[in-house]
């Protein structure tokens, strides 16, 4: 059994807890917050919740730790700190930082001679993988990425942190006449405005100035401003009614041409549709823990990607039994 411990209980450290009770070879060990560890209730009945502090003494009871922090403040301080006691995975997804974040995690790791998997998910990750193998089969050709339809965890966010906003949710939707001059191999040069356009559906405090709160939305640099953006106000509970769950998706395209006259024309697609954001990534979290710790017993020492790991260390079935079933 690979016994795992999970570090932060919010939506992605609850879909981890989930995760590991679908895998059998896999055994939750502890759940470590940095919240009071009484104010916190796993679904696993029997493993403890306890407090960040003592995660350095449990060390020889967990083989793999999955960090479940945010990207932009936890993960960068935290999984080259504990990279170099434990196995460890995150799901780090600023992908501008993504190489500075692998220096960092990889000196931890190898000094350690623990196995560090980063940045584990569906984009960075089953994404990443896609257009790894779209780059290499069709050299030549071109890379589109959609995401969505699905709930921005980052862009609500931004949108909550405005004066005068209560709640609110950002959906990513793509441009369906860009995603099908992709799928017709037109090869098309695309602006952000062009490939995907946002909704959002706010909770403003009663009294508000709805107009610049809009205004605010749609001008934000990064987020809004480069997008056709439409503001919905709506009240509290059809927030809660309408928009709880927390969906996403999208597509990778790779289209390319062969032949001596580059006249034969291809596309790969891939494509997720998701129920859950946070439990499919804890999900993908889960086969890469899986991953590290076959890594880490022969000896590949430091930080890794989804690039670097064997497709079948990421299956819990044998060798056999993947080329029997699934080659």
Same mark, same amino acid.
């Given at each position: 059994?690979?016994?795992?411990?999970?570090?932060?209980?919010?939506?992605?450290?609850? /879909?981890?807890?989930? #995760? %590991? =009770?679908?895998? *059998? !070879?896999?055994?939750?060990?502890?759940?470590? &917050?940095?919240?009071?560890? @009484?104010?916190?209730?796993?679904?696993?009945?029997?493993?403890?919740?306890?407090?960040?502090?003592?995660?350095?003494?449990?060390?020889?009871?967990?083989?793999?730790?999955?960090?479940?922090?945010?990207?932009?403040?936890?993960?960068?301080?935290?999984?080259?700190?504990?990279?170099?006691?434990?196995?460890?995975?995150?799901?780090?997804?600023?992908?501008?930082?993504?190489?500075?974040?692998?220096?960092?995690?990889?000196?931890?790791?190898?000094?350690?001679?623990?196995?560090?998997?980063?940045?584990?998910?569906?984009?960075?990750?089953?994404?990443?993988?896609?257009?790894?193998?779209?780059?290499?089969?069709?050299?030549?050709?071109?890379?589109?990425?959609?995401?969505?339809?699905?709930?921005?965890? /980052?862009?609500?966010? #931004? %949108? =909550?942190?405005? *004066? !005068?906003?209560?709640?609110?949710?950002?959906? &990513?939707?793509?441009?369906? @006449?860009?995603?099908?001059?992709?799928?017709?191999?037109?090869?098309?040069?695309?602006?952000?405005?062009?490939?995907?356009?946002?909704?959002?559906?706010?909770?403003?405090?009663?009294?508000?100035?709805?107009?610049?709160?809009?205004?605010?939305?749609?001008?934000?640099?990064?987020?809004?401003?480069?997008?056709?953006?439409?503001?919905?106000?709506?009240?509290?509970?059809?927030?809660?009614?309408?928009?709880?769950?927390?969906?996403?998706?999208?597509?990778?395209?790779?289209?390319?041409?062969?032949?001596?006259?580059?006249?034969?024309?291809?596309?790969?697609?891939?494509?997720?549709?998701?129920?859950?954001?946070?439990?499919?990534?804890?999900?993908?979290?889960?086969?890469?823990?899986?991953?590290?710790?076959?890594?880490?017993?022969?000896?590949?020492?430091?930080?890794?990607?989804?690039?670097?790991?064997?497709?079948?260390?990421?299956? @819990?079935?044998?060798?056999?039994?993947?080329?029997?079933?699934?080659?």
């Amino acid at each position: 059994m690979i016994r795992i411990g999970i570090l932060g209980y919010g939506n992605l450290g609850k /879909g981890v807890e989930s #995760a %590991i =009770r679908q895998n *059998p !070879d896999m055994e939750l060990k502890a759940v470590f &917050t940095r919240r009071d560890p @009484a104010s916190v209730t796993l679904a696993t009945e029997g493993i403890p919740e306890l407090p960040v502090a003592q995660l350095t003494e449990r060390k020889e009871e967990i083989d793999v730790l999955i960090l479940c922090g945010g990207s932009a403040t936890d993960l960068p301080l935290q999984t080259p700190a504990y990279a170099a006691d434990f196995n460890v995975v995150d799901s780090f997804d600023t992908h501008a930082t993504i190489p500075e974040h692998f220096d960092n995690v990889n000196r931890s790791a190898a000094s350690g001679k623990k196995t560090a998997v980063i940045s584990a998910g569906w984009d960075p990750g089953m994404f990443s993988v896609s257009r790894l193998y779209g780059n290499a089969i069709l050299p030549e050709g071109e890379d589109y990425t959609f995401w969505g339809k699905g709930v921005s965890q /980052g862009h609500s966010d #931004a %949108i =909550r942190r405005i *004066p !005068d906003v209560i709640d609110a949710k950002q959906y &990513t939707i793509p441009v369906d @006449a860009a995603l099908e001059a992709v799928r017709a191999g037109s090869n098309p040069v695309l602006t952000t405005r062009q490939k995907h356009t946002r909704e959002c559906f706010v909770v403003a405090k009663e009294g508000a100035d709805l107009g610049a709160i809009e205004n605010e939305i749609k001008t934000m640099p990064n987020y809004f401003a480069e997008y056709d953006t439409t503001v919905h106000f709506i009240t509290k509970e059809e927030l809660e009614r309408d928009h709880s769950a927390i969906p996403h998706g999208g597509f990778v395209l790779r289209s390319g041409v062969t032949g001596t006259d580059g006249t034969n024309r291809h596309l790969i697609e891939y494509s997720l549709k998701l129920d859950s954001n946070p439990e499919f990534t804890s999900s993908v979290i889960v086969a890469c823990a899986r991953a590290a710790y076959r890594m880490n017993r022969e000896g590949m020492y430091g930080c890794k990607t989804m690039f670097d790991i064997p497709p079948a260390y990421l299956s @819990a079935r044998s060798g056999e039994e993947l080329r029997r079933k699934l080659l």
